[in-house]
């Protein structure tokens, strides 16, 4: 079993900063990819960012140039660094990993979510 635990979610104005931080602890051998989900009420889970093992990233349009996702692998741990927040980013952000267990099977685990409200 795989445990991911979010943090720094809160609420912010817009034009500033928040800082999302993600840890993987459990049964692990491996994470093949990390990423940051967004879900805005009535919508659905929409991707923000991703990075794979060896750090490639992978950005949705309406984040480009705002957000910027890192990750210690020696750590099992994902951030993302959300700067010039927008109303429109106001939403509940889950952390996900695809994890490789020690078994070399590999799960897919989602954190508990975070809230992240933009608003003045």
């Known amino acids: 079993q795989v445990q991911l635990v979010e943090s720094g979610g809160g609420l912010v104005q817009p034009g500033g900063s928040l800082r999302l931080s993600c840890a993987a602890s459990?049964?692990?051998?491996?994470?093949?990819?990390m990423g940051w989900y967004q879900q805005a009420p009535g919508k659905q889970r929409e991707l923000v960012a991703t990075?794979?093992?060896?750090?490639?990233?992978d950005y949705a349009d309406s984040v480009k140039g705002r957000f910027t996702i890192s990750r210690d692998n020696a750590k099992n741990t994902v951030t993302l660094q959300m700067d010039s927040l927008k109303p429109e980013d106001t939403a509940v952000y889950y952390c996900?990993?695809?994890?490789?267990?020690?078994?070399?099977?590999?799960?897919?685990?989602w954190g508990q979510g975070t809230q992240v409200t933009v608003s003045s």
């Open positions: 996900k990993a695809r994890v490789i267990q020690r078994s070399q099977t590999l799960l897919t685990y």
């Open positions: 459990g049964n692990i051998f491996s994470i093949a990819d």
């Open positions: 990075i794979t093992e060896r750090g490639s990233t």
